[in-house]
């Protein structure tokens, strides 16, 4: 129990990291009314959705060192703490300069959440377990997506701040209560407090117990050469396929297209408005990729990661295609395909794209290289995603929207590919296993 109390609580950062980035869809619908408190340009809201991917795409490898010296508690503590300060900019200034700045600070805060969620979920949770506990990481980023389509369209451009500003501060203050990863302790010689965070989230006392778990860790550390953790020892031959593995499938991910689809629900449903208005189809929509991430958790440890990846990323190749096709005749009469589409995408995402690279993040890699890792492959994955959602206006305002469509679509094909042919299976094998060289 409280390992998983554990894993929620360091989920909490994600929450707020979805409402950061779900904030988007709903205040650009607001921001492009001449009559809004801050009209800004297309060009501008582009920039708007995709300048916290700047932050993103810098603070990684920071975060990758810090997460090794400081630890994973310390580490959030500090990206709570900026994202708070960043909802506080928000709500006192009209600048688009402003906004640009305080969205480069959510990507800072994601960048730290994104490198060290993932890896504090792994080394906390269960082994039988663990794959459903790391489906928190993206059901918490959907979460806040749904909360920002919720109330958005809803309320005033100051009241949804206050809202979210609410979220930043749970996460500050539930930040304190978080026990450290025992594997970090080991790491840094703090035997006696890693064997009391042990016990604590083991809810066990019995010290024969305890002494092998922690002895099992260190000797995973000393064998891996704990303390020579470098970029030279991440691109070694033990480690090349491994990384290649979870930056790939990183890629891939941002490829398939959610965060423009997210950035940008409100003004695509407005093409599709037929039973209900783009206001709630984008609600609908977050509600289902939400969801379905639950269906998710009680499938990873039954089925394993390839079949879930590989039924995912062949079902949003389809879905796609589909809304490409649609989209290069517009016909009125059946102007609720894209819809569906999208939200047959939004369920099959949810059910692996989404959430196992995040798993695998987690899972592959021994501790001494596993910050270095997961920064890299976070940097991988905000280049991927400021590319996506900066370029999709762009393409779509040069070319049409259709094209995004297909090339979403193409890239999913090839992930399904490439998780055939190299990603392995973790299903129910414990840390030391997982981290064994390919």
Not at 160 to 183: D, R, V
Not at 209 to 237: C, M, P, W
Not at 386 to 405: E, N, R, S
Request: charged fraction near 15%.
């Amino acid at each position: 129990m409280n390992q998983h109390l554990s894993a929620f609580l360091g989920s909490v950062g994600v929450l707020s990291v979805g409402c950061t980035v779900g904030w988007t869809t709903p205040i650009l619908k607001k921001l492009r009314k001449p009559d809004s408190v801050l009209p800004i340009t297309e060009s501008e809201s582009s920039w708007l959705a995709a300048a916290h991917e700047v932050g993103h795409f810098l603070s990684p490898l920071p975060a990758g060192y810090a997460i090794g010296s400081v630890g994973r508690k310390l580490c959030l503590i500090v990206a709570s703490v900026i994202t708070v300060c960043g909802w506080i900019l928000v709500l006192s200034t009209r600048s688009v300069a402003m906004l640009y700045f305080v969205r480069f600070l959510f990507g800072i805060s994601m960048g730290v959440v994104f490198t060290t969620v993932p890896l504090y979920i792994a080394e906390v949770a269960p082994s039988r377990t663990r794959g459903a506990l790391s489906t928190l990481f993206q059901a918490m980023l959907f979460m806040g997506h749904l909360i920002e389509f919720s109330a958005g369209p809803y309320v005033s451009y100051s009241t949804l701040g206050f809202i979210t500003i609410a979220f930043a501060a749970f996460w500050l203050i539930t930040s304190f209560f978080l026990k450290e990863s025992p594997h970090f302790l080991v790491q840094k010689g703090r035997m006696d407090e890693a064997t009391k965070n042990l016990s604590w989230l083991l809810k066990t006392n019995n010290e024969e117990h305890l002494k092998k778990k922690i002895d099992d860790i260190a000797e995973t550390i000393v064998k891996d050469n704990f303390g020579k953790a470098s970029f030279q020892e991440l691109f070694s031959s033990r480690y090349n396929r491994k990384l290649a593995v979870v930056i790939l499938v990183a890629v891939f991910q941002r490829f398939a297209g959610m965060s423009a689809v997210v950035a940008y629900a409100a003004t695509t449903f407005q093409s599709t408005d037929h039973f209900l208005n783009s206001d709630q189809y984008t609600i609908l929509f977050g509600a289902l990729i939400f969801v379905f991430t639950f269906v998710s958790a009680a499938l990873i440890d039954c089925m394993g990661r390839r079949p879930l990846l590989l039924v995912s990323s062949i079902g949003c190749a389809i879905a796609h295609f589909v809304t490409g096709v649609y989209f290069v005749w517009v016909i009125p009469e059946v102007n609720w395909i894209p819809f569906v589409s999208i939200c047959a995408f939004s369920i099959l995402y949810s059910l692996g794209l989404g959430p196992i690279v995040n798993t695998l993040q987690g899972e592959l890699f021994p501790p001494h290289i596993k910050g270095l890792a997961s920064a890299f492959t976070t940097l991988c994955h905000a280049a991927a995603s400021f590319a996506v959602t900066k370029l999709f206006q762009v393409v779509k305002d040069q070319a049409g929207i259709y094209v995004c469509f297909f090339a979403f679509s193409i890239s999913c094909l090839l992930c399904s590919v490439f998780v055939f042919v190299m990603v392995p299976e973790t299903k129910k094998k414990d840390l030391i296993q997982t981290q064994q060289p390919m």
